[in-house]
């Protein structure tokens, strides 16, 4: 009976005869007896093989097997304090699979070449905890959506379209016409909302960032949620409301996780909306205040961010941004003319943006005008124009970047953890 290694560390088979597979986490021989651990997917366990007490070629398989050789074991189950883990499986047979080469991976190596060998550093219990917790946050954030009545719409990943501004964008060349990978789905997304809705995209976004910074990828996990008839007041509340579903959740159902990972769930129990906010110009003072340099009129850099996240418990929401230094698409506040109906979120603990949202211009002069000040050429974007033209209503929306997110609810330092394969301004490989 082939049982994960969770089942044996819960407990479950205590004294049974089991066989497990995994990979060799660990080995150490003295004399006749030689200490495993085994790894699965699930948890790692002792592995005691007594030469006397193994069949056929066992004890060999045992003494030669590698670090990450695959292997296939049986044995009795045997509660032993002294093993981590607290399990100990008593061995009568031991096979290899694969013995393959010794593992190119110990410890102490750079940062350059654990992202050179990534392929197989994904086997590292801190990547496999990372997407573990990933996987989950996600689909925390999709039963928040699909509660609300959200539909899931994919958007397309070749577009003409610069949603967020040319200096960023990846060109292609596309059967000899000039595209781009995908920005954002959010133009895209306001269409469909005519027929659906709230309609939401997950999909990758693409930013050509020049600069080397520990937030930034060039290719990003993008969910970006568009509403008919919200407010830039709804919008912000259904952000606070589906970060505090996904953060509650994750850190109830998730403890072990989160203990691999070294996150204490505490911190993130006190993630209950309502959020902070804070208006842009009163952001900018404080900014200064904390011993920053900026100017009003300027945009947050990364150390701005974190100067004003630092020592936060909760998410700060930063409210009428200059309009132009925000995305043609946002609407101008009546209430405050020369700002926008837009936030972003910062997450808290000085890891800064992590959302961006805005309500949208949703009359035909207003874009017009706004795409003129933008130097957009109407032609190009002739079918959002459209959108304007026929039974047009308010609305509004927002992106969420979820390796961003992912980085904050486990106090990772780099981005690049959260994603299997990052890709940044020195790397696409592998
Ligand atoms: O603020 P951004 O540029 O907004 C948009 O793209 C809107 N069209 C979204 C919308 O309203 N539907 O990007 C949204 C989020 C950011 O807050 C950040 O979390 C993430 O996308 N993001 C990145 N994440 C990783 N690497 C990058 N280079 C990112 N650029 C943006
Ligand atoms: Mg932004």
Redesign the pocket.
Known sequence: MYVDISEILKGKVDGKKVSIRGWVFRQRSSGNLNFLVVRDATGRVQVAVKKDKIEDGGWKDASEAYIESSVEVAGEVKKDERAPGGWELQVSEFRTVHQGEPFPISKDLSEEFLLDVRHLWLRSRKLASIFKARHHLVNYLREYLDKEGFYETPPPVITKAE??GGSTLFEMDYFGDKAYLS????LY?EALIFGLGKVYAFAP?F?A?KSRTI????E?W?L?P?MAWYSQEENMKLQEDMVEFAIQKFAKEHVEVLEELERDPKILQKVKAPFIRMDYEDAVDKVNELGGKMEQGDDFGTQDEALLTKELEKPLFIHNFPSDIK?FYMRDDPEKPGTVLAA?MLAPEGHG??????ERVWELPELEKKMKAFGLSPKQMAWYVDLRKYGSVPHS?????I???VKWTLGLHH?RDTIPFPRTITRAYP
């Open positions: 949603c967020e920005q954002s789905g959010q997304q976004s930013r960032e937030r930034h990828l060039a990003y993008h970006e568009e995305a972003d943006e992590m959302i961006g949202g805005s929306g927002f992106g969420m970047g390796e961003r997110f981005i």
